[in-house]
């Protein structure tokens, strides 16, 4: 506003009209002023209010955002956590089986060392192949899965990461924002000459920015339960498998373990029995081989009788009743000895039988408790740490 040059002076001074002229001037001048700076504030007013009720919506906003990923960020850090405990349990699973499978290896090494007679494939043998073929595979099931769960880890991890910027950026704007609000124009410093403009983004992309991300870790999420249900079904399957394997060969050990013992009593009752009729055979030779001596003694006296009686005189020499009855003897004894040293010769025949069944059953029992050691000690010994529990 500028104020109308006056008239000319006149060089008495100016005059009271001219005074009073100038004098009206000043007040209108003066009231406009007035108007301008009412009208000014109000206008600074209303724009600072506008500002403030922005940046107060702003703030509500970032930290609507912010909660969202802070309840994200602790659900994605929760599943971080129940994926670290499966991965341990199918370690210790993974650990389990091949103990296991180590100990069943250890079986089928030890079976291979009986003695040639009992080396055969056995019902034990085939329940041992089985259980390391139900090893292998649950091990083999149990490390995949367990590089999966190693893989949604760090899947999860690289999405905490983007959650953690985002809700430390959302703070910082936050905070900012709220800093903003909070200022008046009497605790605002002298502020910088030119603003540079910012590298913005449009409220959509910064919606979508953390939409994004909130989705992201959501899908996760949902891959993260869907594999611990994965991994929890494999973790109930391999033990199952194993029990069932692990029972299996444990009871077809004792049945074998059983009838080798059955085996091996009867042996022993059978070579008790053999022996015994050894002894009773052996006694039976050494009376036949008296009988012989006796009946050889008989037959040197009936001989020597008939010796005798020859040297009768001839006349005197008859074929009476006592030489039909020395010769008569004679025959008989013949016939007796003969008969005596063939049951003597069946004697020793049906000794060396019972030697040789003693022999056949002494070797028998010797087989059979090498396979019994091998089966009720070293396999037992073995397989005793390798006992399965529920994973």
């Known amino acids: 506003m500028s104020v109308p040059p006056s008239g000319p002076q006149r060089p008495d001074g100016p005059s009271r009209v001219d005074m009073e002229v100038t004098r009206n001037q000043s007040q209108l001048f ?35 955002l912010r909660k969202n990923l802070e309840w994200k ?65 649950a091990g083999l099931l149990l490390q995949r899965a367990g590089e999966r769960i190693a893989e949604q880890i760090r899947l999860n991890r690289s999405v905490l990461q983007l959650l953690e910027q985002d809700v430390e950026d959302k703070r910082r704007a936050e905070d900012v924002d709220t800093s903003c609000a909070s200022m008046t124009s009497r605790c605002t410093g002298e502020g910088p000459s030119s603003f540079l403009p910012s590298v913005a983004v449009t409220p959509e992309q910064w919606e979508n920015t953390s939409a994004i991300n909130l989705a992201h870790a959501e899908q996760q999420k949902a891959d993260s339960l869907h594999l611990r249900a994965l991994a929890e079904s494999v973790l109930e399957r391999a033990a199952a498998d194993l029990d069932e394997r692990v029972q299996a060969t444990t009871t077809a050990l004792q ?25 009773s055979q052996q006694r039976t030779s050494a009376d036949l081989l008296g009988a012989i001596a006796e009946n050889e003694g008989e037959l040197r006296l009936a001989r020597a009788r008939l010796a005798v009686r020859r040297q009768r005189p001839s006349k005197e020499r008859c074929h009476d009743a006592a030489q039909s009855l020395l010769l008569a003897e004679v025959q008989q004894l013949h016939a007796h000895i003969h008969k005596l040293r063939e049951a003597r010769l069946q004697s020793e025949d049906e000794q060396r039988a019972l030697v040789r069944c003693q022999r056949e059953l002494q070797e028998n029992l010797e087989v059979k408790a090498s396979s019994l050691h091998i089966d009720e000690v070293v396999c037992a010994r073995h397989r005793e740490p390798g006992a399965i529990h529920r994973f």
Not at 49 to 62: A, E, G, H, W
Not at 105 to 114: A, K, N, P, Y
Not at 256 to 267: D, F, H, I, P
């Open 30 to 64: 003066r009231a406009e002023c007035r108007r301008t700076i009412t009208e000014m504030d109000t206008a600074c007013k209303r724009m600072q209010s506008d500002d403030t009720k922005r940046l107060d919506q702003r703030v509500r906003d970032i930290q609507f």
């Open 73 to 137: 960020l602790e659900e994605i850090s929760e599943e971080v956590d129940v994926l670290l405990e499966m991965s341990s349990r199918l370690a210790k699973a993974l650990e389990v089986c091949r103990e296991t499978l180590r100990v069943t290896v250890v079986c089928l090494d030890e079976r291979t060392r009986r003695l040639p007679s009992e080396r055969r494939h056995d019902h034990v043998d085939g329940e041992l192949l089985q259980e390391r073929e139900v090893c292998e595979a």
């Open 255 to 279: 049945r074998n373990v059983s009838e080798l013992q059955a085996a091996r009593s009867q042996m022993g009752e059978e070579l008790a029995q053999v022996l015994s009729e050894l002894a």
